[in-house]
């Protein structure tokens, strides 16, 4: 199963979009699947429901930043190379959804303001285009890690 599979998979499951897609890499992250939910937790629906960037997009950038980033404050070079990266990610991104921002992703359905989530139901998942968000923003991942190789 890809990543891009196990994402949708999770999302499919209940997950948020940034959890499924943090969790689809708990593979290569070595992060255990609770904390891996727990971190990407508040990143759903654009960060807490307020429809900014796309947790989808977040959770593919969490990943990277575990098997790319930089952990020391005077990593220059290395911060300057994963700022590089992760533009390039959001841009593969945005290139094929048009943007990395949530609420144009959502149109209309962004309207609802409030923090409570929405119930998973049947309706909830045919009116939605977040199972692709997360798909796409897997896959997008997994190929830029196989072009590293």
Do not use: W
């Amino acid at each position: 199963m890809t990543h891009a599979e196990k994402a949708r998979d999770f999302f499919l499951e209940g997950y948020s979009c940034s959890q499924s897609v943090f969790l689809a890499y708990c593979d290569l992250t070595g992060i255990d699947e609770k904390t891996a939910a727990l971190l990407a937790s508040s990143f759903g629906g654009g960060m807490g429901r307020m429809r900014e960037v796309c947790g989808a997009v977040s959770g593919m950038l969490m990943a990277a930043g575990i098997l790319y980033g930089y952990d020391s404050p005077n990593a220059a070079g290395e911060k300057a190379a994963h700022y590089s990266r992760v533009q390039e990610l959001a841009r593969r991104f945005k290139d094929r959804n048009k943007s990395i921002i949530c609420r144009d992703i959502l149109g209309k359905i962004a309207e609802d303001k409030s923090f409570i989530p929405q119930e998973r139901t049947e309706k909830y998942y045919s009116t939605r285009p977040c199972a692709k968000m997360v798909y796409d923003a897997a896959e997008i991942l997994e190929q830029y890690i196989a072009e590293q190789e």
